[in-house]
């Protein structure tokens, strides 16, 4: 293929959001015959990688903090509300991952079949290169498909063994067996892991250009920078790079690690702490977290400058960039012509400490129960809209008061706060939603954030060497809280008293960490999956503030209707009912 072909053709499988170079059958992802393709037509693995892109469960916010202690919706329709109230079964399940990811494994497989047959350009070098990454990227994702799979189905059997999923890793012809049984969990840590092995030996670190033949990993052979640029060069950045294969590494330990899964695979905590020590260091260490990584979402002029594929200090991976207002037409207050569908909860209002560090409920906070949002942890009024908070492009005061006179006051219209508070996290305050003036402005979505890492790496190093061990990686658990809360305003003031207080306690620091992720990570889509790998209570009624004559008044807005078993999700139904081999996690029907 003649290189201006390649160089047209490339970037828009990487940046683009088109599905018409190969379009799924969604419903029929095991019907898929690997047969029907031309491997040596470079124009089809190009469309099936991009299908695998299109596929990660990433790609949007799925909000699903709604179905735990931290949100509630007015969305009477949203499934993650219907889960929280009791209607979460195997052939109802919002979160299920089962039919997305296996469709994209099943492409992945058919990629990976062919890929060594293909020509990717005349260039006979540059054909290796495209091969190598091809290959590279098609294992990183078909580990990280099976990571979701894990998160969302992996649990314990009626037999009492921690299964897995299914490993499939060929592709299935019409004829194939699909009566296949769960691997175990380990056996599938084992596969992920090897995936991700043979991912980073094929990738580079980045994809930057390079200016001279040295500047080449050995890796890669003896190539021109011309021929290493063409294949992998700054044009694929945003693909599956060595780097964030690393990440995912990260992440996929922390889950295997956690009390849920630890005791169905080999992974340990010290083995997690060093696949997130390793992209750490990489970045350089601890002095590198991102300033303004907290308001990674709203920083503008970092945003507007962003070119295709490169990534701001706080991001490691993220989807491609756009220009829209959705986020703050579904969750801006009625009075911006909003539809304040996520409302955060009092639950995780009070989770905020106060600037001393020492959380509210600790005598030495300084907190004031009549005045509950002063004197009180930056972020939280950075992420959630509070009463008498600002807004929107004009600053508008927002009133949620019980008595409030506007749209709003808690509970007052079908779009209005049903907890008090409004979202304020993940949306452009200069977004104007009034059709007489309306704008949109850039957003994107992060994959991955770098501070998750840095949380990734707290959780286990405290596990795995205690509050102040460093293991090999030159700092500890306490070292990052204290560069996270100290990003975020917290204890300058008194040297971060609480967290000194608690740096002796394995336990108490357990706690803090905790905390810290739940407050970092809000409405990213975390909590959801963290109440469950932690084996922690679930049914925490979700609650709201009431005020009225400027009087707050906590009240339950929403019960939590989670059975225990319920820290692992369901293989679908219609599985179980069409392959006898799979078994049901327990307390699923």
Not at 34 to 57: E, H, M
Not at 115 to 133: E, I, P, Q, Y
Not at 400 to 428: H, P, W
Not at 566 to 576: D, H, L, R, T, W
Request: one cysteine or more.
């Amino acid at each position: 293929m003649k290189r201006s072909i390649m160089m047209l053709v490339l970037p828009v499988v990487l940046l683009s959001s088109c599905k018409d170079l190969l379009e799924p059958a969604i419903e029929n992802n095991r019907d898929l015959n690997p047969d029907q393709y031309v491997p040596n037509d470079a124009r089809f693995p190009f469309g099936i990688l991009l299908n695998g892109y299109n596929r990660i469960p990433t790609n949007g916010w799925s909000f699903n903090d709604v179905a735990t202690d931290d949100a509630v919706t007015n969305d009477q329709a949203n499934g993650y509300l219907k889960m929280a109230n009791g209607q979460w079964t195997a052939n109802n399940n919002p979160a299920s991952q089962w039919t997305n990811a296996y469709a994209a494994i099943q492409y992945i497989n058919i990629l990976l079949k062919d890929v060594d047959t293909v020509k990717w350009a005349a260039d006979g070098a540059v054909s290796r290169l495209f091969g190598m990454r091809v290959k590279g990227e098609a294992y990183g994702l078909r580990a990280l498909f099976y990571y979701h799979l894990l998160q969302t189905h992996a649990g314990m059997s009626e037999g009492g063994a921690l299964l897995g999923v299914p490993l499939i890793v060929q592709p299935q012809k019409t004829d194939a067996n699909f009566n296949q049984p769960r691997a175990t969990l380990d056996q599938c840590m084992k596969q992920i892991y090897s995936d991700l092995s043979d991912a980073e030996g094929l990738l580079p670190l980045d994809y930057e250009n390079v200016n001279a033949p040295a500047q080449v990993p050995v890796k890669f052979g003896a190539v021109s920078p011309e021929q290493y640029n063409r294949a992998l060069g700054i044009n694929f950045r945003g693909l599956i790079s060595a780097r964030i294969v690393k990440a995912i590494r990260s992440k996929v330990a922390l889950l295997a690690a956690s009390p849920a899964f630890a005791a169905g695979n080999s992974t340990t905590w010290v083995e997690a702490a060093n696949y997130a020590g390793d992209v750490l260091t990489l970045k350089g260490g601890i002095g590198t977290l991102a300033t303004n990584g907290l308001t990674w979402y709203a920083n503008t002029s970092e945003i507007a400058a962003l070119a295709d594929g490169a990534n701001p200090p706080e991001i490691l991976w993220r989807n491609n960039h756009g220009d829209n207002r959705d986020l703050e037409q579904q969750n801006f207050p009625p009075s911006l012509f909003g539809s304040g569908r996520i409302n955060p909860t009092q639950n995780l209002v009070n989770a905020f400490p106060t600037l001393t560090g020492y959380p509210i409920t600790d005598a030495a906070s300084g907190y004031d129960a009549g005045n509950p949002y002063n004197n009180r942890d930056p972020r939280l009024k950075t992420y959630i809209l509070v009463n008498g908070g600002t807004a929107g492009p004009a600053s508008a005061t927002i009133n949620t008061a019980a008595d409030g006179t506007t749209n709003d006051a808690l509970n007052k219209v079908e779009t209005s706060t049903r907890t008090g508070y409004y979202l304020r996290k993940l949306l452009r305050q200069d977004v104007n939603l009034n059709p007489n003036s309306a704008n949109n402005q850039r957003h994107y979505k992060p994959h991955i954030r770098y501070t998750e890492i840095y949380l990734n790496y707290a959780e286990a190093a405290n596990e795995a060497w205690g509050p102040m061990g460093t293991g090999n990686q030159g700092f500890s658990a306490y070292d990052v809280i204290k560069a996270i809360r100290k990003r975020a305003g917290i204890g300058l003031t008194n040297g971060d008293a609480y967290l000194e207080l608690v740096k002796g306690s394995k336990e108490q620091m357990r706690e803090l960490i905790r905390n810290e992720r739940r407050l970092e990570l809000c409405f990213e889509g975390f909590r959801f999956w963290d109440l469950r790998r932690w084996k922690a209570p679930m049914t925490e009624t979700a609650k709201g503030v009431s005020i009225r004559n400027n009087v707050p008044t906590a009240f339950d807005v929403e019960p939590r209707q989670f059975q225990p078993f319920m820290i692992y999700g369901p293989i679908p139904y219609g599985e179980i009912l069409k392959f006898g081999a799979l078994e049901q996690n327990q307390g699923w029907r």
